[in-house]
């Protein structure tokens, strides 16, 4: 199987067995894939959700179930997590950034307004604007903002994913979260300051 070699980190074990015309495309696939599941906020990337072909020159994302919750709250991708260990950045490209500021909240309406709830549909787009925003002042998407964090339903109670926090102490988790630095926390300060910006400026793009 693919994890034969390291079966602590999937991803690199196979991007290590992608054969060499292949590695570049599936790399820059898996980067893309953690991408927009971040803007959807799904909470169920992992290896049994990614289908390769049986050469390994392909691999597509499935299984979409767990997508559009609120913020960054429950974020969880075993993808993102296995690149990080591995050094790997995960970086928003000049194509999709363009993709990204372009697409409007009355765009993401009409493409997924009938499936999912009003709010759900304005998170997402926020989700659009945080992305491109991390990309442009830090360079990449840095794992350590997406970190699984478990909240309640009014975001009042924090717990920390095991599988996404193994290598990190818990009072580490507390030391963020009293420094309003756990994935939601950040992700709302943002969204607050950004949507303050909009409705203060007339002249806004948004």
Known sequence: GAGDEDPSNYTKTLLDKVPKEHKEKIRK???????????????DRHSGNLLISNDLS?????????????????VKNSVFRDMHAANMKVTVDEDMMKRLKGTSLGHLKLAVGGHVEDWAVAQTFLRTRYVAHLQETEGELDFERFRTVMTNLDNTAYQPDDTMWANLPNEEFRHRQRNGQLPEQLFESWAQDYLDQVTSNPDHPD
């Open 29 to 43: 696939k898996l980067n893309d894939m953690i991408i927009m599941d971040l803007i959807m906020n799904n909470n």
């Open 58 to 74: 392909d691999v597509h994302a499935i299984d979409h179930g767990n997508a559009f919750g609120n913020g960054m709250s429950g």
